[in-house]
């Protein structure tokens, strides 16, 4: 973001140009479906039912709070926007390669419209957690199983900002080194694969025995995913991961701001 920089005009034309190229990211995904809007709900409702039903049905878990259900949207959703974002980050500047060319708006734009369409993507798939919180709230009948919403609600729009700094900050990375070196690509899902189980989703960071709760403080997700976590389970707060994970997200962003000035000629170039 901080390519913006200038003339109050040039800001305004900046964001508008993001707003409409994130608006048509998602009405050519809405139109060209006939379920439209409703994937969005599905895909993370399909999802959240499956991990239920393995990490409760099938294998004994000793980890996460209950509602395990709620305990596990309230990451997974997040989790499903960092995904598809970096996943989006590989391929950001070769899926529009004649208008990154052309264009004389800052080249950063290709990324942050993917952090914000799939930010909102991220919002309109929130639904999901409210239903299964309305379901558990008339089908459980032990209070103590019965999800409550506290006062960490407060903390969701700063898990959001944090994480839209986090993402900001890796597209900067990813999507140039990716446009020079096809094979980050590839090597960019395999890690994304590995990281699902080494963020905190299906259990917490207090869950992790000994020093892997210490190393696990250092994913800079692991403090996102507390605060997402704080409207159902206050219990969760942890200012330790929280700060690892603002620090490390500003210092990832500082750096994707870096990279991303050094190989924007060589990426134009290269498309």
Known sequence: ???TAGAPGTTRRYFHSLWLLSAR???VRYSTSALGYLWSVLDPLVMSAIYWFVFTQVFQRTVGEQPYIIFLI???LPWVWFNTAVGDFTRAFKKDARLVRSTAIPRSIWVNR???SKGLEFVFSMPVLLIFVLVNRLTETDPAQIAQISWGVLW???AIILQ???LIGLGLLVAPLCALYTDLERTTALILRAMFYATPIIYSVKDLPGPFETIGMFN??????TLYRMAFFPSQWDLAPVVISAVMSLIILA??????RSLERPVLKEL
Do not use: C, R
């Open 164 to 166: 839209a700094t986090l």
């Open 74 to 76: 309230s990451a997974l």
């Open 114 to 116: 993917i952090v914000l």
């Open 1 to 3: 973001m901080a390519t």
């Open 25 to 27: 990211d998602l009405k």
């Open 156 to 158: 969701l729009p700063v």
């Open 255 to 260: 750096l994707g701001v870096w990279v991303f």
């Open 220 to 225: 800079p997700l692991a403090g996102i995913m």
